[in-house]
């Protein structure tokens, strides 16, 4: 399989990149890899490095698409950056997957526009998939791509979603539910109450509203929301894990040592915590809906989030996610229009 | 001023509402108190005990409103109720103010059929104020009572919590935010970009979207959010809470008494952060709006709990709340159908 690394846009720069794709070639026999972005710095990135070159090649590309920029300024004007140059490639067909750490809402518009939805499908979603605290995986969409839903998109997502944890992720009959304020299927906002009449009529096991407080506790292995609110728990959680560290760093200035070792240990609590959080963990967010694979890797990616990601992409392109993507849609006359 | 306490709807039932009407008898000597609810249960709590006669009264109710009635019918259909009587009272000019610990959902049914809104206001807001990191008052409207707004909404949230701020709180130039999922203006939903525009021609501070991770910093000290995301975000912070706790007590049954220590610790900080999140530290909830006191204490509440709610309510009818609302939102032609 072929997977095109797009390699600016994250923190870190060109070299985690082209470091995590070589780790990638030496771990799977059957992948290939293209590099996409400025030569001379894939060059400098490649000098001295022993990996088999007939499985790697450099797509050229100039000026990157970076945090700073519009997204759909971006697609539009930035035609020869490494993100519009290796979207275009997939779409076009040349290559099975895309792996990109760059401005999400740029890759959200050139998955649209470049590398096109499958058959009933109008708008790609980025689904992240974290470890609950049973270990198991939970996927969870939208994540802030999307974050004006129609009921038929939340349809769309809990569709794509128990798909995807089926042929990806080996899960047999995946447990989908509704974000929402409350259990009471009367809880919610008036997009909530329209998305839970359709997914009562789903084929896949739809089990009620879950809450944010059981977005971890793996009762539901989809979890599907409008990239508002999806997005808001995200951010709302991290906030207590900060309100968190704070109240202890005041305990210190008061306290003693007790404090301190306090500190350090919920500390790495809240490390293992957002570990878990992380999709990072499983190999990226991933595009559902796109005609071809696309995993969004951190921006703060390193060699080994590239590694991971590449990996996850050229597996996800040899199960042919696309496609069961389509086949899961074409059950229904809804479209996430 | 006259506060009337509805005895029913808390968990602790009437002994903890009597018991706290009680103390805050004492504590103020301008307090009248009715206490409405079933006679022979309220007169049984009174019993032995020690207080003003004078300024005490009891009104009679038949069966109460319970977390399991539907709002509306819980209105319409129980109108022996002591939710109900109170209100009704309230609005009937009975008295100054009511503390309730019952539905959340029947009391904002209750406050805008019963009560009423002021002029310019069609829909009270249940607001929150809690205690930011900085040990700052910050206000939070709305929590969950609005689940559907529209941008006026938003709006009149921002108008009557910066009054609030000032004329409940003494905050002399409340610094007003809306809630969204990134700080530029261009993050948020469409309701979020229309609201925003309206919030710019406001002749409050407004600066601007804080995110969820703001919360208890106190950067802002009037949050308005529509209150599906505002009851969403509250709820991921005590998931957030609840991840850490289960993380470290997994670490216990591998770990050793590090790991106990460690548990006490995270437990006790868990503790403050939740008492700072919580309204009830500053005297409960209040619907915003309506055209007479009404504090929402919370479900768990304990004579404690009651006493600080019925001083609060007393000293917000004292400064004249309902009419501080008016006076805001007549300086706007907005009105928050």
Do not use: W
Not at 51 to 77: C, F, K, Q
Not at 203 to 229: H, K, R, S, W, Y
Not at 246 to 261: A, F, P, Y
Request: aromatic share 4%.
């Amino acid at each position: 399989m072929k997977v095109i690394v797009d390699c600016h846009g994250a923190d870190l720069g060109v070299p985690a990149a082209v470091e995590g794709a070589l780790l990638a070639l030496s771990g799977s026999p059957t992948l290939e890899v293209v590099l996409c972005g400025r030569r001379e710095e894939i060059k400098a990135c490649l000098d001295g490095k022993n990996y088999d070159s007939a499985r790697l090649s450099i797509a050229d590309a100039g000026e990157p698409v970076t945090n700073d920029d519009t997204p759909t300024v971006a697609v539009r004007r930035k035609k020869d950056s490494s993100m519009v140059r290796a979207l275009t490639m997939l779409g076009e067909g040349g290559g099975d997957a895309v792996v990109s750490a760059g401005n999400t809402g740029a890759l959200l518009v050139g998955v649209n526009i470049l590398v096109k939805c499958v058959k009933g499908v109008k708008r790609a979603t980025m689904a992240s998939v974290v470890t609950s605290l049973k270990g198991t995986p939970t996927l969870i969409a939208d994540m802030g791509a999307n974050v004006d839903c129609k009921p038929e998109m939340l349809f769309a997502f809990a569709v794509m979603g128990s798909e995807y944890m089926r042929r990806a992720l080996d899960v047999d009959s995946p447990k989908v539910a509704l974000l929402s304020n409350g259990r009471e299927k009367e809880k919610g906002n008036a997009l909530n109450h329209a998305a839970y009449e359709l997914l009562e009529k789903g084929t896949f096991d739809f089990i009620g509203n879950v809450e944010p407080t059981d977005l971890m506790t793996g009762e539901a292995d989809v979890i599907v929301t409008d990239g508002f609110a999806g997005n808001m728990t995200i951010k709302a959680y991290e906030g207590m894990g900060k309100a968190m560290m704070s109240v202890i760093k005041e305990g210190i200035m008061s306290g003693g040592v007790k404090s301190k070792l306090g500190y350090l240990l919920l500390k790495d609590v809240l490390r293992q915590v957002k570990k878990k959080l992380s999709a990072d963990e499983v190999g990226g967010a991933v595009f559902l809906g796109a005609r071809g694979v696309v995993v969004k890797t951190h921006g703060a990616s390193t060699a080994e989030s590239y590694r991971k990601s590449v990996l996850n992409a050229e597996e996800l392109a040899k199960r042919n996610i696309p496609k069961a993507m389509e086949e899961g849609m074409a059950k229904y006359e809804y479209s996430n229009d």
